[in-house]
Protein backbone atom coordinates (compact mmCIF):
# COMPACT_ATOMS: atom_id res chain seq x y z
CA UNK A 1 0.00 0.00 0.00
CA UNK A 2 1.31 3.36 -0.94
CA UNK A 3 2.34 5.75 2.30
CA UNK A 4 0.23 8.08 2.88
CA UNK A 5 0.83 11.93 1.64
CA UNK A 6 -1.32 15.08 2.51
CA UNK A 7 -1.28 18.72 0.99
CA UNK A 8 -1.54 22.00 2.45
CA UNK A 9 -0.91 25.77 1.14
CA UNK A 10 1.38 28.19 2.59
CA UNK A 11 -0.88 30.69 4.77
CA UNK A 12 -0.04 33.76 2.37
CA UNK A 13 -2.42 31.96 0.18
CA UNK A 14 -5.37 33.78 -0.13
CA UNK A 15 -7.61 32.89 -3.02
CA UNK A 16 -10.51 30.65 -1.93
CA UNK A 17 -10.99 29.30 -5.36
CA UNK A 18 -7.36 28.05 -5.43
CA UNK A 19 -7.41 26.04 -2.13
CA UNK A 20 -11.16 24.86 -2.89
CA UNK A 21 -9.52 23.81 -6.40
CA UNK A 22 -6.68 21.87 -4.55
CA UNK A 23 -8.93 19.72 -2.67
CA UNK A 24 -10.57 18.54 -5.30
CA UNK A 25 -7.87 17.89 -7.34
CA UNK A 26 -5.92 15.89 -4.50
CA UNK A 27 -9.20 14.36 -3.81
CA UNK A 28 -9.07 13.03 -7.32
CA UNK A 29 -5.36 12.58 -7.51
CA UNK A 30 -5.49 9.93 -4.57
CA UNK A 31 -3.84 12.07 -1.88
CA UNK A 32 -4.37 10.99 2.02
CA UNK A 33 -5.37 14.27 3.60
CA UNK A 34 -5.77 18.46 3.15
CA UNK A 35 -4.52 20.64 5.93
CA UNK A 36 -5.33 24.11 6.15
CA UNK A 37 -3.29 26.63 8.22
CA UNK A 38 -5.77 29.59 9.28
CA UNK A 39 -3.59 32.75 10.17
CA UNK A 40 -4.90 36.21 9.01
CA UNK A 41 -7.38 35.56 6.07
CA UNK A 42 -10.09 33.14 5.39
CA UNK A 43 -11.77 31.58 7.97
CA UNK A 44 -10.60 27.94 6.87
CA UNK A 45 -13.69 25.65 8.87
CA UNK A 46 -15.48 27.45 6.57
CA UNK A 47 -13.56 26.57 3.68
CA UNK A 48 -13.12 22.86 4.86
CA UNK A 49 -16.99 22.67 4.59
CA UNK A 50 -16.81 23.62 1.03
CA UNK A 51 -14.16 21.33 0.40
CA UNK A 52 -16.02 18.58 1.78
CA UNK A 53 -19.49 18.72 0.20
CA UNK A 54 -16.90 18.77 -3.35
CA UNK A 55 -14.97 15.60 -2.25
CA UNK A 56 -15.46 12.17 -1.98
CA UNK A 57 -12.55 10.57 -0.03
CA UNK A 58 -9.73 12.84 0.87
CA UNK A 59 -9.43 13.30 4.64
CA UNK A 60 -9.56 17.55 5.59
CA UNK A 61 -7.82 19.28 8.58
CA UNK A 62 -6.97 22.11 10.19
CA UNK A 63 -3.56 22.10 9.67
CA UNK A 64 -3.42 24.64 12.49
CA UNK A 65 -6.06 26.58 14.26
CA UNK A 66 -4.64 28.84 16.95
CA UNK A 67 -5.88 27.94 20.51
CA UNK A 68 -6.41 31.19 20.98
CA UNK A 69 -8.49 32.63 18.21
CA UNK A 70 -11.54 30.63 19.08
CA UNK A 71 -12.76 29.23 22.75
CA UNK A 72 -12.76 25.71 23.62
CA UNK A 73 -16.92 25.53 22.54
CA UNK A 74 -16.33 27.15 19.21
CA UNK A 75 -13.46 25.25 18.77
CA UNK A 76 -15.96 21.83 19.61
CA UNK A 77 -18.59 22.83 17.67
CA UNK A 78 -16.51 23.43 14.46
CA UNK A 79 -15.12 20.13 14.59
CA UNK A 80 -18.37 18.17 15.08
CA UNK A 81 -19.95 20.21 12.30
CA UNK A 82 -17.07 19.60 9.96
CA UNK A 83 -16.92 16.08 11.39
CA UNK A 84 -20.99 15.39 9.91
CA UNK A 85 -20.39 17.58 6.59
CA UNK A 86 -17.32 15.18 5.73
CA UNK A 87 -18.52 12.22 6.67
CA UNK A 88 -16.42 11.56 9.78
CA UNK A 89 -13.24 12.63 7.49
CA UNK A 90 -12.57 15.40 9.98
CA UNK A 91 -9.15 16.00 11.76
CA UNK A 92 -8.55 19.01 13.87
CA UNK A 93 -5.00 20.54 14.26
CA UNK A 94 -4.51 22.75 17.26
CA UNK A 95 -1.33 25.41 18.00
CA UNK A 96 -0.36 27.81 20.19
CA UNK A 97 0.21 30.21 17.34
CA UNK A 98 2.23 32.76 17.46
CA UNK A 99 2.18 36.03 20.23
CA UNK A 100 2.32 38.51 16.73
CA UNK A 101 -0.66 36.83 15.80
CA UNK A 102 -2.24 36.22 18.63
CA UNK A 103 -2.10 40.00 20.01
CA UNK A 104 -1.91 41.80 16.77
CA UNK A 105 -5.14 40.20 15.14
CA UNK A 106 -6.94 38.50 17.71
CA UNK A 107 -6.03 41.28 20.99
CA UNK A 108 -5.45 38.57 23.14
CA UNK A 109 -2.49 38.72 25.53
CA UNK A 110 -0.30 35.66 24.57
CA UNK A 111 0.11 34.34 28.21
CA UNK A 112 1.69 30.54 29.39
CA UNK A 113 0.80 28.88 26.13
CA UNK A 114 2.09 25.75 26.90
CA UNK A 115 -0.87 25.76 29.66
CA UNK A 116 -3.78 27.86 27.11
CA UNK A 117 -3.13 24.54 24.57
CA UNK A 118 -3.32 22.08 27.75
CA UNK A 119 -6.32 23.40 28.95
CA UNK A 120 -8.22 24.22 25.31
CA UNK A 121 -7.40 20.80 24.14
CA UNK A 122 -8.69 18.96 27.43
CA UNK A 123 -11.78 20.85 26.83
CA UNK A 124 -12.86 20.37 23.36
CA UNK A 125 -12.18 16.63 23.63
CA UNK A 126 -14.14 16.51 26.60
CA UNK A 127 -16.97 18.16 24.70
CA UNK A 128 -16.70 16.29 21.50
CA UNK A 129 -16.95 13.31 23.85
CA UNK A 130 -20.82 14.58 24.91
CA UNK A 131 -19.39 15.49 28.33
CA UNK A 132 -19.92 18.80 30.43
CA UNK A 133 -16.74 21.66 29.94
CA UNK A 134 -14.20 20.59 32.75
CA UNK A 135 -12.46 23.48 34.17
CA UNK A 136 -15.25 26.08 33.63
CA UNK A 137 -15.39 29.33 34.57
CA UNK A 138 -15.31 30.18 38.29
CA UNK A 139 -20.19 30.61 38.93
CA UNK A 140 -21.04 29.17 35.77
CA UNK A 141 -22.47 25.78 35.13
CA UNK A 142 -20.79 23.75 32.80
CA UNK A 143 -22.64 22.60 29.76
CA UNK A 144 -22.28 20.09 27.25
CA UNK A 145 -22.71 20.09 22.96
CA UNK A 146 -26.22 19.60 22.49
CA UNK A 147 -25.02 17.02 19.79
CA UNK A 148 -24.68 13.53 19.71
CA UNK A 149 -21.00 12.58 20.63
CA UNK A 150 -18.08 12.43 18.68
CA UNK A 151 -15.50 10.96 21.07
CA UNK A 152 -13.44 9.64 18.23
CA UNK A 153 -13.11 12.31 16.09
CA UNK A 154 -8.71 13.05 15.88
CA UNK A 155 -7.12 15.89 17.51
CA UNK A 156 -3.13 16.82 16.89
CA UNK A 157 -1.33 19.06 18.09
CA UNK A 158 1.04 20.94 17.23
CA UNK A 159 4.48 22.51 17.98
CA UNK A 160 8.46 22.60 18.56
CA UNK A 161 9.44 22.86 22.19
CA UNK A 162 9.63 19.84 24.28
CA UNK A 163 7.38 19.77 26.75
CA UNK A 164 4.71 20.66 23.24
CA UNK A 165 5.63 17.83 22.17
CA UNK A 166 5.49 15.65 25.49
CA UNK A 167 1.94 17.01 25.88
CA UNK A 168 0.97 15.73 22.26
CA UNK A 169 2.05 12.50 23.05
CA UNK A 170 -0.25 12.08 26.37
CA UNK A 171 -3.07 13.93 25.13
CA UNK A 172 -3.11 13.83 20.81
CA UNK A 173 -3.59 11.85 18.34
CA UNK A 174 -1.00 12.77 16.40
CA UNK A 175 1.99 15.32 16.34
CA UNK A 176 2.49 18.14 13.41
CA UNK A 177 5.82 19.39 13.74
CA UNK A 178 6.75 22.66 11.41
CA UNK A 179 10.01 23.27 10.44
CA UNK A 180 11.62 20.42 12.61
CA UNK A 181 14.57 19.12 11.25
CA UNK A 182 14.33 16.02 9.47
CA UNK A 183 17.52 14.62 11.35
CA UNK A 184 15.67 15.67 14.74
CA UNK A 185 12.54 13.44 14.16
CA UNK A 186 14.02 10.57 16.16
CA UNK A 187 14.29 13.28 19.26
CA UNK A 188 10.85 13.69 18.80
CA UNK A 189 9.64 10.31 18.39
CA UNK A 190 11.33 10.09 22.00
CA UNK A 191 9.63 12.72 23.46
CA UNK A 192 6.44 11.49 22.69
CA UNK A 193 7.14 8.62 23.90
CA UNK A 194 7.67 10.26 26.99
CA UNK A 195 4.62 12.26 27.08
CA UNK A 196 2.66 8.71 26.40
CA UNK A 197 4.57 7.10 29.42
CA UNK A 198 2.77 9.85 31.27
CA UNK A 199 -0.57 8.16 30.55
CA UNK A 200 0.37 4.18 30.93
CA UNK A 201 1.84 1.61 28.95
CA UNK A 202 -1.01 1.16 26.82
CA UNK A 203 -1.30 4.25 25.52
CA UNK A 204 -0.01 4.49 21.54
CA UNK A 205 2.93 6.49 20.36
CA UNK A 206 1.12 9.05 18.33
CA UNK A 207 2.03 9.61 14.59
CA UNK A 208 4.45 12.03 13.23
CA UNK A 209 2.54 14.14 10.57
CA UNK A 210 5.28 16.99 9.51
CA UNK A 211 4.08 20.06 7.24
CA UNK A 212 7.10 20.60 4.75
CA UNK A 213 7.19 23.31 2.82
CA UNK A 214 7.28 22.11 -0.75
CA UNK A 215 8.59 23.43 -4.13
CA UNK A 216 8.50 20.95 -7.21
CA UNK A 217 9.59 22.54 -10.60
CA UNK A 218 10.95 21.12 -13.76
CA UNK A 219 14.12 22.92 -13.46
CA UNK A 220 16.18 22.24 -9.94
CA UNK A 221 17.68 25.79 -9.67
CA UNK A 222 13.88 27.29 -9.74
CA UNK A 223 12.96 24.65 -7.51
CA UNK A 224 15.86 25.54 -4.92
CA UNK A 225 14.77 29.52 -5.09
CA UNK A 226 11.67 28.46 -3.99
CA UNK A 227 12.41 26.75 -1.22
CA UNK A 228 15.24 28.89 -0.11
CA UNK A 229 12.39 31.72 -0.12
CA UNK A 230 10.53 29.40 2.65
CA UNK A 231 13.19 29.19 4.68
CA UNK A 232 14.02 32.91 4.79
CA UNK A 233 10.80 34.24 5.12
CA UNK A 234 10.58 32.29 8.29
CA UNK A 235 13.58 32.86 10.01
CA UNK A 236 13.57 36.78 8.76
CA UNK A 237 9.82 37.63 8.88
CA UNK A 238 7.77 35.85 11.42
CA UNK A 239 9.30 36.71 14.74
CA UNK A 240 11.83 34.93 16.58
CA UNK A 241 9.75 32.15 17.36
CA UNK A 242 11.13 30.31 14.71
CA UNK A 243 15.22 31.28 14.74
CA UNK A 244 15.15 30.22 17.95
CA UNK A 245 13.72 26.72 17.87
CA UNK A 246 15.76 25.81 14.76
CA UNK A 247 18.70 26.91 16.79
CA UNK A 248 17.99 25.30 19.86
CA UNK A 249 18.04 22.15 17.54
CA UNK A 250 21.39 22.64 16.53
CA UNK A 251 21.37 24.83 13.92
CA UNK A 252 22.11 28.33 15.10
CA UNK A 253 25.21 29.11 12.88
CA UNK A 254 23.01 28.09 10.25
CA UNK A 255 20.13 30.33 11.12
CA UNK A 256 22.59 33.13 12.06
CA UNK A 257 23.80 32.76 8.53
CA UNK A 258 20.50 33.00 6.70
CA UNK A 259 19.34 36.17 9.07
CA UNK A 260 22.50 37.57 7.82
CA UNK A 261 22.15 37.09 4.35
CA UNK A 262 18.54 38.64 4.24
CA UNK A 263 19.42 41.95 5.45
CA UNK A 264 16.33 43.85 3.84
CA UNK A 265 12.70 42.59 3.98
CA UNK A 266 11.55 40.09 0.73
CA UNK A 267 15.18 38.67 0.25
CA UNK A 268 15.22 35.40 0.08
CA UNK A 269 19.16 34.25 0.48
CA UNK A 270 20.20 30.73 1.77
CA UNK A 271 23.97 31.02 1.80
CA UNK A 272 26.57 28.03 1.23
CA UNK A 273 26.82 27.67 4.44
CA UNK A 274 23.23 27.18 5.59
CA UNK A 275 22.61 24.90 2.60
CA UNK A 276 21.98 22.05 5.27
CA UNK A 277 18.42 24.13 6.11
CA UNK A 278 16.72 23.20 2.83
CA UNK A 279 17.57 19.59 3.21
CA UNK A 280 16.47 19.59 6.88
CA UNK A 281 13.52 21.66 6.75
CA UNK A 282 11.85 21.11 3.23
CA UNK A 283 11.13 18.90 0.38
CA UNK A 284 12.42 20.65 -3.06
CA UNK A 285 13.86 19.80 -6.46
CA UNK A 286 13.00 18.43 -9.76
CA UNK A 287 10.24 15.56 -9.83
CA UNK A 288 12.68 13.02 -8.96
CA UNK A 289 14.93 14.74 -6.55
CA UNK A 290 11.53 15.72 -4.57
CA UNK A 291 10.48 11.99 -4.51
CA UNK A 292 13.87 11.50 -3.18
CA UNK A 293 13.98 14.14 -0.50
CA UNK A 294 9.92 13.07 0.61
CA UNK A 295 10.90 9.80 1.04
CA UNK A 296 14.06 10.05 3.18
CA UNK A 297 11.26 12.08 5.51
CA UNK A 298 9.22 9.01 5.33
CA UNK A 299 12.49 6.82 6.49
CA UNK A 300 12.47 8.94 9.42
CA UNK A 301 9.89 8.43 10.61
CA UNK A 302 7.14 11.07 9.00
CA UNK A 303 3.84 9.10 9.08
CA UNK A 304 1.97 11.33 6.66
CA UNK A 305 3.96 14.28 5.49
CA UNK A 306 2.07 17.46 4.69
CA UNK A 307 3.14 18.88 1.74
CA UNK A 308 2.64 22.70 1.62
CA UNK A 309 2.81 23.97 -0.99
CA UNK A 310 3.82 28.11 -2.19
CA UNK A 311 1.13 30.93 -2.24
CA UNK A 312 0.57 32.26 -5.73
CA UNK A 313 1.59 29.41 -7.83
CA UNK A 314 -0.39 28.97 -11.08
CA UNK A 315 -3.07 25.79 -11.70
CA UNK A 316 -0.48 24.52 -13.81
CA UNK A 317 2.56 24.31 -11.48
CA UNK A 318 -0.01 23.36 -8.50
CA UNK A 319 -1.12 20.07 -10.76
CA UNK A 320 3.05 19.62 -11.21
CA UNK A 321 3.87 19.17 -8.10
CA UNK A 322 0.88 16.84 -7.04
CA UNK A 323 1.37 14.99 -10.31
CA UNK A 324 5.46 14.44 -8.83
CA UNK A 325 4.49 13.84 -5.55
CA UNK A 326 1.11 11.63 -5.40
Known sequence: ????????????????????RLATEADRRGYAA??????????????????????????LGTGILSVWGRSPGTLAMAAATLHDVSGGRFTLGLGASTAQLVEGLHDTPFRDPFDRMRRTIVQVRALLAGERLPLGAAGGRP????LPPHSGLPIHLAGLAPETIRLAGEVADGWIPFLYPRSRLAEGRALLR??????????ALPP?????PTVVAADADEARKGAAWFVAFYLTSMGPFYPRAISRLGFAKEVQAVIAANPTRGSAVVPPDAEVLLDELTVY??????????????????AMPILLLPANQTSAQIDFALEALC
Open 194 to 203: EGTARVGPTR
Open 1 to 20: MKAPVAVSLMPLENRREAIV
Open 34 to 59: LFLPETWAHDVTVLLAEAAVRTERIG
Open 285 to 302: GTPDQARAHLARWQEAGA
Open 143 to 146: LRLN
Open 208 to 212: IVPSL
